[in-house]
């Protein structure tokens, strides 16, 4: 079992940067892969960045060089440092895991971008 936490999220002016965190606790020794989705108002969940135990990543056509995923393997934590938030950003942003097959998600934290 994997329990997943988020920090970070906040309302911030379009241009602006935030810092996700999501740290991993239970029963397990090293995470295959975390990352983060998000979800706005009416839309369907989506990808937006995920990070191997290795350190392969792979983002989302919309955020790729403006967000950045890494990971702390020592203390099961993987991070999204936001840059140049845009209002089409706002979502809930949730944490996830893939270990052995399985999935695990937070319960999100939600981003809000104002223009």
């Known amino acids: 079992q994997v329990q997943l936490v988020e920090s970070g999220g906040g309302l911030v002016q379009a241009g602006g940067s935030l810092r996700l965190s999501c740290a991993a606790s239970?029963?397990?020794?090293?995470?295959?892969?975390m990352g983060w989705y998000r979800q706005a108002p009416g839309k369907q969940r989506e990808l937006v960045a995920t990070?191997?135990?290795?350190?392969?990543?792979n983002y989302a056509d919309s955020v790729k060089g403006r967000f950045t995923i890494s990971r702390d393997n020592a203390k099961n934590e993987v991070y999204l440092q936001m840059n140049i938030l845009k209002p089409e950003d706002t979502a809930v942003y949730y944490c996830?895991?893939?270990?052995?097959?399985?999935?695990?998600w937070g319960k999100g934290t939600l981003v809000t971008v104002s223009s």
């Open positions: 239970g029963s397990f020794f090293s995470i295959n892969a």
């Open positions: 996830n895991a893939v270990n052995w097959g399985r999935t695990y």
């Open positions: 990070a191997t135990s290795g350190g392969v990543t």
